[in-house]
């Protein structure tokens, strides 16, 4: 990124992706293409090489997951991206990356499915599997964008938050942010907020690699640095050594889970729009938030106080703002292009009186302002 003055372009949703993972630092990319995702890995492609960079196209999204974390424990910042077929793909050796702590974001376009499914049409199909995907207990971030500019600047998040808490995080797009063009405010290089993952302070005769610190989360060593860094996707003691111990099990479970609790601070994030006097709410995320948000003006310029809390973090879902907004509202709606899949986490953390109502299209098509508000004020 340049630092002679802000820059405005007009991009697509996944050409600010792209930007976004190299302001944050990723200079490596592996993958293959698939619709409504393949935008990502062809500017990849051609701006990664400039940016002293490599990028692979694989033979299967298998292999490109596999890639970026070898890259990852290499010490390279790395990223693929897909949509909901190759993801599914990705699911063992995403539990991997889980198990043996390595830094990485994968990106999912969602589109319609299953299957094959829509392979032009936005969804929002893939919110639980980017949660529960993988097999297990585990510890995962999922972020949505909802614009061309959040596309950007999550990703730089997605980076960020992948380093500092050695977790994979998922980005998850869809078709109609995919390809959304905007002006967008690209920042200056030093307005950017880049964190990398903590290197060993001690030298290697001392080095312990799964020993967390404070937070529970160990300092990363390369290969190649000299350090011993045994990997493995089995369960594993300090030393990255496979074990049996009940004990040994249970602290290395409950360190993988407390360090993404003790950063649910950080982490969970949404934005609220009119929430403050709103007595009937729309809680949404991703591309339905923009619809959304023009419903509640249109409702406001009616008379009718409602609000928007539009979800960036998807997990760990965010309770601790929604349950307040469920305690102040007579009724939530939840509009989503699925049959209702974050609606049943507000349900969840539902303990008010406040009726949650859901409204879904899976018919590979739009929701619309006029939908959500015709909903909205039947609350």
Not at 104 to 133: F, K
Not at 175 to 184: I, L
Not at 194 to 216: A, F, H, L, T
Request: charged share 20%.
């Amino acid at each position: 990124m340049s630092n002679s003055g802000d820059r405005r372009q007009l991009l697509q949703g996944n050409e600010a992706i792209v930007y976004g993972a190299l302001a944050a630092g990723c200079r490596f990319f592996a993958g293959y293409p698939i619709t409504p995702a393949s935008e990502i890995a062809e500017l990849f492609s051609r701006l990664l090489p400039a940016h002293d960079g490599t990028f692979i196209q694989m033979e299967d999204e298998i292999a490109g997951i596999g890639a970026v974390i070898g890259a990852s424990l290499a010490g390279t910042k790395a990223m693929t991206a897909s949509s909901g077929p190759g993801f599914s793909l990705m699911q063992e050796n995403l539990g991997f990356a889980c198990c043996a702590e390595v830094p990485c974001v994968i990106v999912d376009v969602m589109r319609g499915g299953p299957s094959t499914g829509l392979p032009t049409s936005p969804a929002q199909g893939d919110v639980q599997m980017a949660r529960w995907g993988t097999h297990g207990d585990h510890p995962i971030i999922v972020l949505a964008v909802s614009s061309v500019q959040d596309s950007f600047s999550i990703t730089v998040n997605a980076f960020n938050l992948s380093e500092k808490y050695r977790v994979p995080v998922i980005l998850l797009s869809d078709e109609v942010v995919a390809h959304t063009r905007e002006c967008v405010v690209l920042p200056k290089k030093d307005e950017i907020r880049v964190i990398d993952r903590i290197k060993p302070s001690v030298p290697p005769e001392w080095y312990v690699p799964y020993e967390g610190d404070s937070r529970g989360i160990p300092p990363m060593t390369s290969f190649g640095d000299g350090y011993r860094h045994h990997v493995t996707g089995l369960i594993h003691d300090k030393n990255g050594y496979p074990t049996q111990n009940s004990s040994e099990i249970e602290s290395f479970h409950l360190r993988l889970t407390q360090k993404i609790t003790r950063g649910f601070p950080e982490i969970q994030m949404t934005r609220e729009y009119f929430i403050d006097d709103a007595e009937i709410a729309v809680i949404a995320y991703g591309s339905v938030a923009r619809p959304a948000l023009r419903a509640v003006q249109e409702a406001r310029q009616r008379g009718i106080r409602a609000g928007l809390m539009q979800l960036i973090t998807l997990f760990p879902f965010p309770r601790g703002s929604v349950a307040p907004v469920l305690g102040r509202c007579r009724a939530v709606l939840v509009p989503e292009m699925n049959m209702g899949q974050i609606s049943r986490e507000v349900h969840r953390v539902n303990q008010t009186d406040c009726r949650v109502v859901k409204y879904n299209r899976f018919d590979g098509q739009f929701i619309t302002p006029t939908e959500i508000f015709k909903n909205l004020i039947k609350l």
